[in-house]
């Protein structure tokens, strides 16, 4: 018991003479990657904490729909705003943009909502491509590192002699770069797939309102179009 005890207190000591190593040698290309680290675990928080603000449920947009567009079928564009202020967040306010649009210029509604909706998911994809630039970077920083840690291993390796040891220490020590950067990576790539989803979620829901809107405008158009016929007669 006490021999296994031993053995495995020996191999996390190894272990960490190893991280230290590799952090003594290999900080240039390290610090870079912790660098990383440090911009994906602040980009995750202000993503989080911002959609968390502008958080709704596929309930809560059904009934926000519902009441609009009851609003817009009794032409209650004020009522329309007054709910879209409730709303608040980025649905509150592309609706609120999409009332005023509705309301000045309804043969164009749709170029310019879609110049509104655009606005809108650019600032919902604010900071993202920090995250898919460190997706893309790491893994190659820690390749990097370890492709030279390995070539100075072996120029220490011909001035030293054959020592096999000293080969196995010097690759343990070069690989944790490629692990480090690999780590991040993969972190950055989930937490990037993830907004992207959210993202897509509040671009469904601009193109609800758009539709919803243009029904109503569709209407309108119908109506004018019957009353001038009628009235050519």
Not at 156 to 167: C, E, H, R, T
Not at 202 to 228: P, R
Request: with cysteine.
């Amino acid at each position: 018991m006490l021999e296994d005890i031993k053995k495995i207190t020996e191999k996390e000591d190894i272990k960490m003479e190893l991280l230290l190593h590799s952090i003594k040698m290999d900080w240039p290309v390290l610090l870079p990657i912790l660098i990383c680290s440090i911009l994906t675990v602040a980009v995750a928080i202000n993503r989080f904490v911002f959609f968390r603000k502008n958080k709704i449920d596929r309930k809560g947009i059904k009934k926000y729909l519902g009441k609009l567009q009851k609003e817009l079928a009794n032409n209650n564009l004020e009522g329309a705003n007054e709910l879209s202020a409730e709303m608040g967040g980025v649905l509150g306010d592309i609706t609120e943009e999409a009332v005023r649009i509705f309301s000045e210029q309804k043969k164009g509604f749709s170029r310019s909502f879609d110049i509104s909706a655009a606005l809108s998911t650019r600032e919902l994809e604010q900071h993202l491509t920090i995250l898919a630039t460190i997706g893309g970077v790491c893994p190659f920083l820690g390749l990097f590192g370890t492709v030279v840690r390995i070539l100075y291993t072996f120029q220490d390796l011909a001035q030293a002699g054959n020592q096999s040891a000293a080969v196995a220490y010097g690759i343990g020590s070069a690989l944790i770069a490629t692990a480090f950067g690999l780590g991040v990576a993969i972190v950055a790539v989930i937490l990037y797939n993830y907004f992207q989803s959210v993202v897509s979620k509040y671009e469904d829901n601009f193109q609800l309102i758009k539709l919803l809107f243009l029904s109503f405008t569709d209407s309108e158009e119908d109506v004018n179009a019957g009353f001038q016929q009628n009235v050519a007669l």
